[in-house]
């Protein structure tokens, strides 16, 4: 547990360098909680904030979803609804150039809808 608790405080840190003063988002109470249960959800292991792991870093996923919002393609409901079935059912093709072609593999029924909509949520306040 101790070395959970390290890794997280570790993480965390290390994604708050901006150079400018004071706290950063990513320093916030929810993205804590977020960090905290995609640990738990075992997403940590292909995905990190700001960088690319063997899956996109969730700062760039979080602008691309967000994006189809600001440009009006879709709806925030109906972006919501996307990421939850990409994080429910995994998936392949839409990030060929950063994964190479790998596949995001299903998350439910390991993680419940009710985490799997917190983490979506988690990612698309990211770039808000």
């Known amino acids: 547990m101790k070395k959970f608790i390290l890794f997280i405080a570790i993480l965390v840190s290390g994604c708050s360098a901006s150079g400018a003063a004071g706290p950063s988002k990513q320093d916030s109470p929810a993205v804590r909680a977020g960090l905290l249960l995609a640990e738990k959800s075992q997403c940590m292991s ?8 063997i ?21 925030e409901n109906d972006v919501e609804a996307q990421l939850e079935k990409k994080i429910a059912m995994g ?16 998350n439910y029924p390991k993680v419940s809808r009710e ?3 917190k983490l979506a949520l988690f990612i698309l306040s990211l770039r808000k």
Do not use: F, Q
């Open 46 to 53: 292909c995905h990190k904030l700001e960088t690319k792991v």
């Open 55 to 75: 899956g996109p870093a969730w700062n760039d996923v979080s602008a691309r979803y967000n994006e189809e919002i600001r440009s009006g393609k879709a709806s």
């Open 91 to 106: 998936g392949k093709g839409n990030w060929i150039s950063v994964t190479g072609g790998m596949s995001m593999p299903p």
């Open 115 to 117: 985490n799997i909509r």
